[in-house]
């Protein structure tokens, strides 16, 4: 989904707006050429009433964010009468410095504004983005273009249902969090579902929807089971997807251990790999928060995410692997990727046997601290890995930041996981948010 951001222009009616006309223009072609929805009516407000009316207008086609670009000198009164009807958006200013035209240094008084604007709406209580500079210029449109994301990751965290079959797994104590200052701090609505509900769906699913998973599977993996075992999977995987859509979830993490594991006989793995390819983060071991994480991850960068415990750290390398868990799409394609027994004792079931694929990764966590959050966060190098133990799906990360910052900071053994670097897109999502960002 493309993030959708209104852009209001706001002027004086003293002050010439030909320049600003103009640049409103390239700016909105800049915006979407970074793949964004723009909503804009081309005009220019230079009052009170009109800047209330345009903000107005503007809530009309269901923004993400604000973009209010001060293309002159203002009146802050101006800026905030279009503010109070927006205030519930994440808010940017757009201002431009001084610029030459036929060899002189000229003004709009654009900067200027932004400097007199901007402390005021930070007394106010206001969180905006300062963008100076031209649409043309890569590092301006690159900032425009991570808030416009970051936006439309907070907006949609609101609108967000993560489905939580069970609780915490095996008593991991930071997988444990406060549903009601998740849902206002945060967004997500958590919807609690039993065990018992997914394995009685799972008993009752139709076996034309478990052949359709299994032909999946056979396309996309080498299959080292049993077909009975399998089809077991299978059913897990249709009876979540099921629910899902019965609970209009985006998000869904199932507490396998030791339910499933043990007294089911079939981990959560493969089906959750299964919902991971479905378009819906997925993840394990009823962690809420790794999930949160998942889903920030995912909506600032469109793509499949995943997690997993930070198994080693040795010098700068840090190696992370879930249990078993890992999206189909997320495989080193230059391996073998396979499906196979957990074989470990106390545990029973099947596993995405598969090395992630190297490159570019971003790694965050969202903590709960005593009534409030943080998101802890760092960038590295995805290299060739292979499988941990000679089964479960791996990858070992080369740090940009300090092993030992990582390990100050690090709130959990559970880290998400995407591809592509972030951090400055994470920046603006905690600073709209109001959390801190601790980068590694």
């Not at 723009?38 to 809530?59: C, F, S």
């Not at 909506?299 to 879930?322: F, K, W």
């Not at 890992?326 to 099947?350: H, Q, T, V, W």
Request: charged residues 20%.
């Amino acid at each position: 989904m493309s993030p959708r951001i209104a852009l209001l222009t706001v002027g004086h009616p003293d002050y010439p707006m030909e320049v600003g006309a103009q640049l409103g223009h390239h700016m909105c072609e800049a915006l979407v050429a970074a793949g964004v929805d723009i909503v804009w009516d081309g005009e220019a407000v230079v009052d009170y009433l009109g800047a209330a009316k345009a903000a107005r207008e503007a809530l009309r086609a269901d923004p993400e964010g604000i973009i209010l670009f001060l293309a002159t000198w203002i009146e802050c009164s101006t800026a905030l009468a279009a503010i109070r009807e927006v205030e519930h958006l994440p808010l940017a200013l757009w201002a431009i410095p001084m610029f030459e035209q036929d060899g002189v240094r000229q003004s709009t008084g654009s900067f200027v504004a932004a400097c007199a604007l901007r402390p005021a709406l930070i007394r106010m209580g206001y969180r905006p983005k300062l963008l100076v500079g031209f649409p043309d210029d890569p590092p301006t449109s690159a900032a425009a273009r991570s808030f416009c994301y970051a936006a439309h990751c907070t907006e949609r965290l609101k609108r967000t249902r993560l489905g939580l079959v069970g609780y915490s797994a095996m008593s991991i104590y930071p997988g444990t969090f406060d549903h009601v200052l998740l849902r206002r701090h945060i967004g997500p609505e958590v919807v609690h579902l039993d065990t018992y509900t997914l394995v009685t769906a799972a008993e009752r699913v139709s076996g034309e929807a478990i052949g359709e998973v299994e032909a999946l599977l056979r396309r996309t993996c080498g299959i080292e089971t049993e077909e009975e075992r399998l089809r077991k999977a299978c059913r897990l995987a249709v009876a979540a997807s099921d629910l899902a859509a019965q609970h209009h979830l985006h998000a869904l993490n199932v507490k396998c251990q030791y339910e499933l594991s043990q007294q089911y006989g079939m981990t959560a793995c493969v089906p959750m790999a299964v919902l991971a390819g479905r378009g819906i983060v997925a993840s394990c071991e009823g962690d809420v928060m790794v999930t949160v994480s998942q889903v920030m991850l995912h909506y600032l960068s469109n793509q499949v995410t995943t997690y997993g415990d930070i198994l080693d750290l040795q010098g700068p390398e840090m190696l992370l692997s879930a249990c078993g868990f890992a999206p189909f799409s997320m495989a080193d394609p230059s391996r073998p990727r396979a499906i196979r027994e957990l074989d470990y004792p106390g545990f029973d079931g099947i596993i995405c046997s598969f090395a992630l694929q190297p490159g570019p990764v971003t790694f965050a966590r969202l903590a709960e601290g005593k009534g409030d959050y943080y998101l802890v966060y760092g960038l590295g190098q995805g290299v060739h890995t292979d499988l941990r133990q000679g089964r479960f799906p791996a990858l070992r990360v080369v740090l940009e930041g300090e092993p030992d910052r990582l390990m100050e900071h690090l709130p959990s053994q559970h880290l998400a996981l995407c591809c592509g670097h972030l951090a400055d897109e994470l920046e603006d999502a905690c600073r709209i948010l109001g959390i801190r960002a601790i980068r590694i």
